[in-house]
């Protein structure tokens, strides 16, 4: 297993912020559109989109690690899947960090309105950057 | 050049392509492997070479298999395969042939290995049976059903499909994608799975059947 160890890290990115199941963050995803520019002539343009919201589940492990972000959109819940390490992911920014007791955020599908909302924490000295309460909002 | 290699399966993992797609691929270790003998047109009658793979201890190794590894210059090697040869020139004995002197990226390949034993497995999983009911009182829910018809012909046509071993037979997947190489490791990337667990013993050659691109 250890020769794919090797390969795999090749694929990863070397930074990735220290975020967890039940924060709220901002994910930067790369959208490749063909615009027209003059008539009959198209360009390729490179924009970035900002997907907001929770993290309710990371999965996988190495390159092919994953994470769920689901938020509500227009009164209808939205889960988008992200590979951790794909090229389309351009960053990752955590805004609130959410007090969780498990591992999987599952149980946020079956609710609506009020009872989505995850009980932030303040502080938590096990992560990065956190060293004295209360912790200034992370950077991603 | 040979038209053959012999390698091992290391596993399976996913490459990212730069538009950010992800592209399963197995990746192999393959070669390098030493030409042990040389079989030509005037003394064998077909022209190939014997290459072989991995690292064998000399002790286990039986005194004639000894000599001939002798003979060619090598050490002695886990397993020999023939390999078929194109072109005019044949390898000398002794030459280590590597990946990236047969394979190159984006090109076709066929991969052989035994694939992984499952023992004896109905016909469900063995040959794609539909299950009876579950429910309501069912006592045939993976049973195999009729095997046949009646007092004529009196007997079950061979080759019925029926429990039995599964597995751990001779196996080739055609037309793999060469993904990636990596000469200086010896590794292969090849696009989708390769039968046998992780560490089999795989032979990759250039794909037989593999439709040539027209040139417009």
Not at chain 1, 18 to 46: M, Q, W
């Amino acid at each position: 297993m250890r020769k794919l160890d090797d390969i795999e890290r090749t694929q990863m990115k070397s930074e990735i912020p220290d975020f967890r199941v039940g924060d709220t963050v901002d994910v930067s995803v790369s959208i490749v559109e063909t615009v027209e520019v003059k008539k009959g002539k198209t360009e390729e343009k490179e924009r970035i989109q900002i997907f907001n919201g929770t993290v309710i589940a990371r999965r996988g492990s190495g390159s092919r690690e994953t994470f769920t972000v689901r938020r509500i959109v227009a009164g209808e819940g939205v889960e988008r899947v992200f590979p951790l390490h794909s090229p389309k992911v351009k960053g990752i920014k955590v805004r609130r960090m959410g007090r969780v007791r498990r591992a999987k955020l599952y149980y946020l599908r079956d609710r609506s309105g009020k009872a989505t909302r995850v009980t932030e924490k303040i502080w938590d000295k096990t992560r990065a950057g956190a060293t004295e309460p209360p912790a200034p909002e992370t950077q991603g | 050049m040979v038209k053959l290699l012999i390698g091992r399966k290391l596993g399976m993992t996913q490459l990212f392509t730069e538009a950010g797609t992800v592209i399963p691929v197995t990746v192999l270790e393959v070669g390098p492997c030493p030409v042990v003998q040389v079989r030509d047109a005037v003394k064998d009658g077909y022209r190939a070479v014997q290459i072989g793979f991995g690292v064998r201890k000399e002790k286990r190794t039986s005194k004639p298999q000894q000599g001939h590894f002798r003979k060619a210059g090598v050490e002695p090697c886990r397993v020999l395969r023939e390999a078929p040869v194109a072109g005019e020139e044949l390898p000398k004995p002794g030459e280590r042939i590597t990946v990236g002197q047969v394979f190159a990226e984006g090109g076709k390949v066929d991969v052989t290995a035994t694939t992984k034993g499952q023992g004896f497995q109905g016909t469900v999983k063995r040959h794609h049976f539909g299950r009876g009911p579950v429910t309501h009182g069912s006592k045939n829910t993976r049973e195999p059903g009729s095997t046949g018809q009646h007092t004529w012909p009196g007997r079950v046509y061979k080759g019925k499909r029926m429990p039995g071993h599964m597995g751990a037979v001779r196996r080739t997947v055609k037309n793999l994608t060469v993904v990636k190489i990596e000469a200086e490791q010896h590794r292969l990337f090849l696009k989708g799975a390769v039968p046998g667990p992780t560490g089999a013993i795989v032979c990759v050659q250039h794909a037989k059947t593999a439709r040539v691109m027209k040139k417009s």
